[in-house]
């Protein structure tokens, strides 16, 4: 499957961003889809992901309560809608497909990544 991130820009502190990712090639539906960020210097960490059936959702706790993740199975598609931005959560963001069926949080479980999409908030 390949995929194609967009969405990303410049918003001030308390702003909202929504980052998308378009999937093509291999049933969509197939696929957990996944959120990770890497900020400058930092390592990559994850920061979403939902169920093959859009029914289950994670977060990491950096995010919970401010970020949602979902997913549109007819434009094989994956949102991230991102509300209460921080300076912190400035990094690219990088959309990924696994057919893993746990341990959603760790990066090296995803078959596949996109491109990556810049976020930047501004204080």
């Known amino acids: 499957v390949q995929l194609q991130a967009s969405g990303g820009g410049l918003v001030q502190a308390g702003g909202s961003l929504r980052v998308s990712c378009a999937a093509s090639?291999?049933?969509?539906?197939?696929?957990?889809m996944g959120w990770f960020r890497q900020a400058a210097g930092k390592e990559r960490e994850f920061v979403a992901a939902?169920?093959?059936?859009?029914?289950?959702?994670y977060y990491a706790d950096s995010v919970k309560g401010r970020f949602t993740i979902s997913r549109d199975t007819a434009k094989s598609t994956v949102f991230l809608q991102m509300n209460s931005l921080k300076p912190e959560d400035t990094a690219v963001y990088y959309c990924?497909?696994?057919?893993?069926?746990?341990?959603?949080?760790?990066?090296?479980?995803?078959?596949?990544w996109g491109q990556g999409t810049l976020v930047t908030v501004s204080s």
């Open positions: 990924a497909a696994t057919t893993a069926g746990s341990s959603y949080r760790n990066y090296e479980v995803y078959n596949y």
């Open positions: 090639g291999r049933t969509f539906s197939s696929y957990t």
């Open positions: 939902i169920g093959r059936s859009g029914g289950g959702a």
